[in-house]
């Protein structure tokens, strides 16, 4: 099962959505180190919110492998 969790950019203008297997903590499919914990994400507010690719990416291929 997947999970989504937001990461806001550093001036904080976006939040960017990773895909997280569940059980997992903070670790998106991509790779990269989450910071922010999901009890703090919704709290954020940006002008713009986007996927990431790279996630996306990753969870279209999990979904056609299984």
């Known amino acids: 099962m997947y999970e989504m969790r937001a990461e806001a950019t ?3 203008g976006e ?3 990773h ?3 569940k059980g997992t903590s903070a670790s998106p ?3 990269v180190p989450l910071e ?3 009890a703090t994400a919704p709290q954020l507010e940006a002008a713009v919110e986007r996927y ?3 996630c ?3 969870f279209s291929t999990a ?3 299984s």
């Open 10 to 12: 550093a001036d904080q």
């Open 15 to 17: 939040l960017i959505w």
């Open 19 to 21: 895909v997280i297997s």
């Open 29 to 31: 499919l991509c790779g």
């Open 36 to 38: 922010l914990s999901p």
């Open 52 to 54: 990431c690719s790279s």
């Open 56 to 58: 996306m990416d990753a």
């Open 63 to 65: 979904l056609k492998s």
